[in-house]
């Protein structure tokens, strides 16, 4: 039996879970900068964009294991320390904006009284910084990252913003970019919707089976208009 994108009236739709980067924020490009320049600063061989655009929604001492299976966990701290250095303070690393879109979707979820929140493989630093910049802290009800819990796709992330905001697996969406959110969300029970604007392949996304793809947060919520019934 398929899971419709919204729940039925009895068991209205509660929590859309985002994922940070490459969902809200076009952060991939400073990514892969900074974790080509991490490599560099401490001898390391770079790996090519490919490589790191695939790595990308793990967390960052899981990402490193995954791009150099025999590092020990000195080199793995190193290289985490450098990549934050780099991605939280370069001048000349690529912008983060927000993706289109992004307000219009959190302004209608909240004018209909679904929370939202955040589940990030970022650090609590990183995340904090990007919330402040972008004015959207506010907007949260309840936020999980990278370094306060185990990596994507482990469940635990999802599940902490969903105590915190009370609200049952079957009343939530989780909302990513990457394989590892959509397998986050599986392992947690929690429908999920891609969005093929961030790090990787609507074939690859295909593979995980959600609920639905979309383009990008625009036609996100779209979907969620027609879903609820509206029209133009």
Not at 53 to 62: E, K, P, Q, S, W
Not at 212 to 228: K, T, Y
């Amino acid at each position: 039996m398929n899971t419709p994108l919204l729940p039925p009236a009895e068991n209205a739709l509660r929590l859309v879970v985002f994922d940070w980067d490459g969902t809200l924020m076009d952060s991939p490009r400073r990514i892969v900068h900074c974790l080509q320049r991490a490599a560099g600063q401490i001898g390391a061989p770079v790996r090519d964009e490919a490589a790191l655009r695939n790595i990308i929604g793990l967390g960052v001492d899981a990402a490193v294991r995954e791009l150099y299976p025999q590092a020990d966990d000195a080199f793995v701290r190193q290289f985490a320390e450098t990549y934050r250095e780099c991605y939280l303070g370069a001048e000349d690393a690529p912008e983060t904006p927000l993706f289109p879109g992004v307000a219009p979707l959190l302004d209608w979820l909240e004018a209909r009284d679904v929370l939202l929140a955040v589940a990030t493989s970022k650090s609590r630093r990183g995340l904090d910084q990007a919330l402040e910049a972008t004015g959207l802290a506010r907007r949260f009800v309840a936020t999980a990252t990278g370094d306060e819990h185990p990596s994507k796709p482990n469940p635990a992330m999802l599940e902490h913003v969903m105590n915190r905001a009370g609200v049952d697996r079957a009343r939530a969406r989780m909302v990513g970019d990457s394989v590892y959110d959509l397998q986050m969300a599986r392992h947690a029970g929690v429908p999920a919707v891609a969005v093929t604007h961030g790090v990787h392949s609507p074939e690859r996304l295909r593979e995980e089976a959600p609920l639905g793809m979309q383009p990008d947060l625009e036609s996100l919520l779209d979907v969620f208009r027609q879903a609820e019934g509206e029209t133009e």
